[in-house]
């Protein structure tokens, strides 16, 4: 059997104001059929667009619905494409390359060392809000972090498949192809 929890406690869930032991209860709690829905309602409620949000990407990101697309698109409303598309490529990338930048972050013994990797940062152009961090070894490929399939979710998991059905692949690759193609 599962237990209901009501909006206002998942809003303070997800915006981390319950005590520990209500989160413990929720968390070791079977979750409730409609779990999802009362999440993404909360998440729809903070936004200022209209679009409606399909799935949360992160911190700022969603993927919604819009005009039969399916985009990635920040709080602030920029929007960044194809969720088939890693979005990271849109984003103003800045790297952490040298020993001056990373300690900057890892200050003393703990710096990485630059000859051998990086730290990446992402900040959404439309409000400069960093999007995501990450840490790889030098000339690692961008990480797609999450390419969700969202047919599948909506039709086998929800029971509610969602219009215009879409390929389910990976098209990051139509980014860097159309920039060697620009480049030439
Ligand atoms: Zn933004």
């Given at each position: 059997m599962s237990i209901s929890y009501d909006k206002e406690d998942l809003k303070d869930l997800y915006a981390g104001r319950l005590p520990w032991d209500k989160i413990k209860e929720i968390m070791s709690s079977p979750k409730d059929d409609d779990r999802f829905d009362k999440y993404i309602e909360i998440l729809q409620e903070r936004v200022s667009w209209p679009e409606r949000i399909l799935m949360p990407l992160g911190m700022h990101l969603y993927i919604v619905q819009k005009d039969g697309e399916r985009i990635v698109k920040c709080d602030c409303g920029h929007e960044f494409g194809d969720?088939?598309?890693?979005w990271k490529l849109g984003a103003v990338i800045f790297v952490r390359d040298d020993a001056e930048k990373l300690e900057e972050v890892?200050?003393?013994?703990r710096c990485p060392d630059p000859q051998l990797s990086e730290i990446r940062e992402y900040y959404c152009?439309?409000?400069?809000?960093?999007l995501k961090v990450e840490s790889l070894?030098?000339?690692?490929?961008?990480?797609?972090d999450a390419l969700p399939d969202l047919d599948t979710f909506y039709r086998d998991w929800l029971g509610r498949p969602l219009p215009?059905?879409?390929?389910?692949?990976?098209?990051t690759y139509e980014v860097t192809r159309k920039w060697g193609l620009d480049s030439k």
């Amino acid at each position: 059997m599962s237990i209901s929890y009501d909006k206002e406690d998942l809003k303070d869930l997800y915006a981390g104001r319950l005590p520990w032991d209500k989160i413990k209860e929720i968390m070791s709690s079977p979750k409730d059929d409609d779990r999802f829905d009362k999440y993404i309602e909360i998440l729809q409620e903070r936004v200022s667009w209209p679009e409606r949000i399909l799935m949360p990407l992160g911190m700022h990101l969603y993927i919604v619905q819009k005009d039969g697309e399916r985009i990635v698109k920040c709080d602030c409303g920029h929007e960044f494409g194809d969720w088939r598309r890693n979005w990271k490529l849109g984003a103003v990338i800045f790297v952490r390359d040298d020993a001056e930048k990373l300690e900057e972050v890892y200050p003393g013994l703990r710096c990485p060392d630059p000859q051998l990797s990086e730290i990446r940062e992402y900040y959404c152009p439309g409000c400069a809000a960093l999007l995501k961090v990450e840490s790889l070894p030098k000339g690692c490929p961008v990480v797609f972090d999450a390419l969700p399939d969202l047919d599948t979710f909506y039709r086998d998991w929800l029971g509610r498949p969602l219009p215009q059905e879409k390929d389910f692949k990976d098209m990051t690759y139509e980014v860097t192809r159309k920039w060697g193609l620009d480049s030439k």
